[in-house]
């Protein structure tokens, strides 16, 4: 399925964009790398230095080593900037605290979110981040980029910023950590203007989506994660923007129920992909994994010796729903009862496929603990189609808003606001009809919570008639 | 076109809707896959891991492509940034993508280009001596562990993340680096119950904690706040308007009923309550996200507290490893480690991971209810002797 944006972009070329000559980026040696320390002592970080894993602070102080290096009209903000944060870390170590301030209202001329201010509550001593803004860049869908656009980046980011950046935060966003109330308007124009690139979400507003890697790289995609990420991220610029809602909102694309991107412990609106039809078998490739001749799980457990790959054991009884038999040789599932797990497509990915009628299911209002605990999703629409231009998703997404909106308190996540309402009214709101998918159990107590209009005659009745029939 | 040198780039302040683009999004994703992914989406038809860290996907076109993942530690620098675009331009024609879990993936068509970019991202250190890319990260193993700012950037934390994480990844590379596993392990890390990070699926969960109520900064909390709303803010009502000694505006707090949450601070700036003693670490078990075998299912809290020993958390890499180790010999093949210590029952887990079990284990919020036995059906360990010689049931 070839797919072409909607509107073409401009390619961005590094060796236009750029600020910086190759010498400038390559303005140490690994000698003065070797000897080089910072202004502060940093006693802890240095043991951070140590160890297989990617240091942090080695990175950071080869940055810090750099911006000393460079001429002074090269950077617009302190060349100290690194060294200042690593040696504001150091105090946090040694009392146990953190020194960035709480709040700071900032952002960019007409938008609510995608900037988060930073101060740091030791502004004398480390002067060059008394004010270290965040920007969040909203990333392209399943996070591939070229270096040209991340060289652009880069040199923005050295030029106008600290130079520390996170790829990526949890949501998904590029982040970029650090920069001063002056220049955030000039790195807004430089990003739409050079690099044709928004920033993402924060505060109440919808946050960035973020998606799996779907059909770019997964034979397990039963939708295409990165295009509905891209289009509802597009279609709802507006609500990524401009805050009007009681908290954040979340929207994660899961291919298939394997849930690469967590949407189902993480979103407000999950999407999952999932079939309606049969599991394609291939009997031959079936054959092939229980002689042996295919490594089973697609060689994620090679490092150690399970043993010959026994389907018995390893798929059948392991189906949650026991679905599955070998009936002369051949496998057999019936698939009336399968409730798509993916256990044994994952074992045997090249015997087993999803099916080919494929779709979405959608479950609403997970969250992190704050304010009222951590909230899984809840499934609420088993089966629906996700395919161009996604209307039928966009008219329940404003049904879902439209009662959030209404109902929601300050910072009240969608979940709690189903917690509060119960499932029922929620369905009721979205017009959706109950079915015994949207619950693990039919409920155990029995306070049901009839309406007037449940009842024939209604609630209204006369007491003196009452009383006519039993004594007082 | 080329970024701008000015001070103030191409922003005017006494115009700033002087040609000004909003809402463009994101860059399209399209461009940016390299072609055997723009020839193959949607296409794929099985995939292989070759190696810990080495993927291959087929296509139904015959099409190959491999995929090496490198370990991150999520913070970088520019400088690091243009030594990934070096590879990315060396072997991969200028191409890299990032994971969900901050892995740095380069995607290459051929064994040739694979075996040349293995042996370069293996050679390329820190001068301290540690990996700049370090290769691992799939199947059966520990990925890259997801994290939150802590110390480095956040406003709330309990704890730091960046730190902890190097602590713990250091300890774990051999999982990362290998697939030795029953099944994956999701390693995740937040620093405050805010769970920026979302941490609480994950096989282990390291949650940063505050254990004092807030302090009340009588001086200034009707200037900077909204007293309503820092009292709205609590989910267990503990805050209540009050007077200072002048008749000043402010509030007061019934201390035992705080959890310690800090939604009061994060509405109101004049409720702090970080604290080098009072904050610390928890550890969660047992959740996962993935539908797959099992539903999916919270983390649960197996360490209530431990002391946020900076720089390398011994107690936290400690208490993670007697996790793992223990779920590594006693698992099944593709049991996740909820699924193992459901199977032989939290009880058994407590004895072979040697956790102590304490009272703060026990749920005392909402729902609680919910965890509690109410079944004979339970296994005998030491644990259940001590209760039955407290008991007198026993000697």
Request: aromatic letters at 10%; charged letters at 25%; glycine letters at 8%.
């Amino acid at each position: 399925m070839p797919f072409e944006p909607k509107e073409p972009q401009k390619e961005i070329k590094y060796q236009e964009t750029r600020i910086y000559t190759d010498a400038e980026l390559n303005n140490y040696t690994e000698e003065e790398l070797k000897n080089f320390k910072i202004k502060h002592e940093i006693p802890d970080l240095e043991e951070l230095e140590k160890g297989p894993w990617p240091s942090f602070v080695a990175d950071a102080k080869q940055e810090a080593l750099r911006r000393r290096k460079l001429a002074d009209d090269k950077m617009l903000i302190d060349r100290d900037v690194v060294e200042d944060m690593l040696g504001q870390l150091q105090v946090s170590f040694d009392e146990g605290e953190t020194h960035w301030k709480h709040g700071g209202i900032v952002g960019v001329f007409g938008y609510g979110g995608g900037v988060i201010g930073r101060y740091s509550d030791l502004p004398e001593k480390y002067p060059s981040i008394a004010h270290f803004h965040t920007i969040r860049v909203n990333q392209p869908a399943s996070k591939f980029y070229n270096s040209d656009f991340l060289r652009t980046v880069c040199d923005m980011w050295e030029y106008r910023g600290s130079g520390l950046m996170n790829l990526h935060g949890s949501t998904g966003d590029m982040v970029l950590l650090g920069t001063t109330t002056e220049q955030l308007e000039p790195i807004f124009f430089e990003l739409t203007h050079v690099m044709g690139q928004d920033i993402g979400g924060s505060g109440s507003n919808l946050r960035t989506p973020s998606c799996c890697i779907g059909k770019a790289r997964c034979e397990f995609a039963c939708y295409d994660t990165q295009d509905l990420c891209y289009e509802l991220t597009q279609y709802y610029q507006d609500e990524l923007h401009r805050p009007a809602f009681p908290y954040k909102f979340k929207f994660k694309f899961d291919g298939c129920p394997n849930g690469c991107v967590a949407s189902i412990a993480r979103s407000d609106m999950s999407f999952i992909g999932t079939w309606r039809d049969d599991i394609r078998i291939d009997q031959d490739a079936v054959k092939a994994y229980i002689a042996g001749d295919v490594i089973p799980n697609g060689g994620a457990h090679r490092g150690r010796d399970w043993g010959k790959f026994d389907i018995q054991k390893e798929v059948i009884d392991l189906c949650p729903t026991k679905c599955m038999s070998m009936v002369d040789g051949e496998l057999v599932i019936d698939n009336k009862e399968c409730t798509r797990c993916m256990h044994c497509i994952n074992v045997m990915p090249k015997a087993l496929k999803p099916g080919k009628d494929t779709g979405i299911s959608i479950l609403f209002g997970a969250k992190a603990p704050i304010l009222e605990g951590a909230q899984m999703a809840t499934l609420v629409v088993p089966f629906m189609k996700a395919e161009p231009p996604y209307d039928n998703i966009k008219e329940l997404i404003e049904k879902v808003w439209e009662f959030w909106m209404e109902e929601g308190k300050n910072r009240e996540r969608l979940g709690e606001v189903m917690q509060r309402f119960g499932l029922p009214k929620f369905l009721e709101a979205i017009g959706l009809p109950p079915a015994p998918q949207m619950v693990k159990t039919p409920r155990e107590n029995p306070y049901i919570l009839w309406k007037e209009e449940d009842v024939p005659g209604g609630w209204t009745r006369d007491i003196k008639e009452y009383r006519a029939r039993h004594k007082r | 076109m080329a970024l701008s040198l000015d001070r103030l780039g191409l922003y005017d302040p006494k115009d700033p809707l002087k040609d000004r683009l909003t809402d463009l999004g994101p860059r399209h994703f399209w461009q940016y896959f390299p072609p055997v992914i723009q020839n193959n989406y949607g296409k794929w038809a099985y995939h292989e891991v070759l190696e810990p860290g080495i993927l291959v996907h087929v296509s139904e076109t015959g099409d190959k492509v491999y995929t090496v993942r490198c370990g991150a530690a999520r913070f970088m620098t520019v400088q690091h940034v243009r030594e990934i675009c070096d590879i990315a331009d060396k072997y991969c024609e200028g191409s890299v993508r990032f994971t969900t879990r901050n892995n740095i993936e380069f995607l290459v068509d051929s064994i040739e280009k694979l075996e040349a970019l293995k042996k370069d991202l293996e050679s390329r250190k820190f001068v301290s001596g540690s990996y700049k890319f370090p290769i691992g990260g799939t199947g059966a193993g520990v990925t890259n562990i997801v994290h939150t700012q802590g110390y480095v950037h956040c406003h709330t934390p309990a704890t730091d993340a960046s730190s902890m994480v190097k602590a713990v990844s250091d300890e774990l590379f051999e999982y990362f680096q290998g697939m030795t596993l029953p099944a994956k392990v999701r390693v995740s890390m937040a620093c405050c119950l805010n769970m920026c990070g979302a941490v609480h699926c994950s096989d282990i969960a390291l949650l940063g904690y505050h254990r004092k109520p807030p302090i009340i900064d009588h001086e200034v909390i009707d200037k900077v706040c909204e007293i309503p709303l820092a009292i709205a803010a609590c989910p267990l009502g503990a805050i209540s308007p009050d007077k200072t000694p002048e008749g000043g505006k402010t509030v007061k707090i019934k201390q035992e009923r705080c959890m310690f949450c800090g939604n009061c601070y994060t509405m109101c700036q004049a409720l702090p309550l970080s604290d080098k003693e009072g904050d610390g670490v928890t550890i969660l078990a047992g959740g996962k996200i993935s539908n797959r075998i099992s539903k999916p299912k919270f983390s649960k809290v197996v360490v209530p507290w431990l002391p946020n020993t900076f720089p390398r958390f011994p107690e936290v890499v400690e208490n993670v490893k007697k996790i793992l180790e223990a779920y590594a010999v006693d698992a099944n093949k593709y049991e996740r480690l909820g699924d193992w210590a459901e199977r032989i029952g939290w009880e058994k887990f407590f004895e072979k991971t040697g956790l102590e079990f304490t009272e703060h284990l026990i749920d005392d919020y909402r729902l609680a209810y919910d965890t509690w036995r109410t079944s004979t059906q339970f296994k005998f360990t030491d644990a259940a002797w001590n209760v039955s010689k407290a008991a007198g049931g026993i000697e």
